[in-house]
């Protein structure tokens, strides 16, 4: 499921920022190059975005480039600047198009943008934070919800019925609908906690010295929050590795600052909102419209790869067939 999820997540994010889809059967031939291409540019950023020994000895960029980091840097920049600016540029066009000597508006990320003056330099750069921070990271952490699914059949049992009950059976969830869902938010909570898709956040800096676990932290000293440690600490969550949505129940403000998949403050994650919008709208349309089975009697394994995002070591397989309440009273609309 790992590469649906992925084209799922940029899909999402490219119809608020563009308003076009790049993957999908309906997608034509040059849309759908432009979303392979980008979507390699995503993953070379990604890998780039890692360590290497010069970032802790600087000295070495000096006399060595490890692995041709700075030069694949340069390409990827150069490649992400032509499509991005190509998007821009189509955007701008569509436009200018006048209908009736009205001018052609929509309402896209772009568009909002370059009503406000924006510089093509800026849009590039926002266009690119989110499809860099908001696109893996989202299909990450539902391919991680999905597992746990699989894995508790009796939480999607619960969830299923909360969404039959709310949303019914005759017509797809809604953005508007996800906030009524309390116990699919539970279940988000839950997986994010167990596997939060960034299990270190992005490094912080000390404004001043301070006293951290006994350890003296100078000002100006790098900081990484281990949040995959903190949210399986025993001394703060009861029986921290089980897979419990339950535990939400009544929680809304003293479980808060327990859970930091986002970071918290002034210096969290400001595309928090977005993210669980996107992950509960995709998580509520695959369990309202398919039912799901494990591919073999086995629990899906839950061992963790290597990564920013911190995937699943192997990707999701899984078995689905279109529930068919949803045969009758949805899809025979379209």
Not at 33 to 58: A, H, Y
Not at 105 to 120: N, V
Not at 277 to 287: K, N, Q, T, Y
Request: aromatic share 6%; proline share 5%; charged share 30%.
């Amino acid at each position: 499921m790992r590469s649906r999820l992925q084209e799922l997540s940029f899909n999402i994010i490219m119809r608020m920022i563009f308003g076009k889809r790049y993957f999908g059967a309906a997608v034509d031939a040059a849309d759908a190059e432009v979303g392979r291409q980008f979507r390699e540019v995503i993953k070379e950023t990604f890998e780039l975005s890692g360590t290497d020994p010069g970032d802790f000895l600087p000295a070495l960029r000096k006399v060595m480039d490890f692995k041709g980091r700075e030069r694949r840097m340069v390409d990827v920049a150069k490649r992400s600047d032509v499509i991005l600016q190509g998007m821009i540029d189509e955007l701008r066009s569509r436009r200018k198009r006048r209908d009736g000597g009205q001018e052609v508006e929509s309402k896209t990320m772009i568009d909002s943008m370059l009503s406000e003056g924006y510089s093509d330099d800026i849009i590039k750069g926002h266009i690119l934070s989110m499809l860099s921070a908001g696109t893996d990271t989202s299909a990450v952490t539902i391919e991680w919800a999905m597992s746990l699914l699989l894995n508790h059949p009796e939480v999607m049992k619960n969830a299923l019925a909360e969404l039959d009950d709310i949303v019914g059976q005759d017509r797809l969830a809604d953005e508007v609908d996800i906030h009524k869902l309390p116990y699919l938010h539970n279940i988000i909570n839950e997986a994010l906690r167990l596997f939060p898709p960034a299990p270190l956040l992005v490094p912080h800096e000390s404004s001043e010295d301070c006293t951290i676990g006994g350890f003296n932290v100078p000002q100006g000293t790098m900081v990484l929050v281990n949040a995959w440690a903190i949210q399986r600490d025993p001394k703060v969550w009861d029986d921290p590795t089980s897979f419990k949505p339950e535990r939400y129940e009544g929680l809304e403000g003293d479980h808060a600052y327990r859970l930091l998949p986002f970071g918290m403050g002034r210096r969290s994650c400001p595309s928090a909102g977005l993210a669980n919008r996107v992950v509960g709208s995709a998580l509520a349309a695959l369990l309202q419209c398919f039912e799901w089975e494990r591919v073999t009697e086995e629990p899906v394994d839950l061992l963790e790869g290597m990564g920013l995002t911190m995937p699943k070591k192997q990707p999701l397989e899984a078995m689905c067939k279109v529930r068919e309440c949803m045969i009758a009273n949805v899809f025979a609309q379209f």
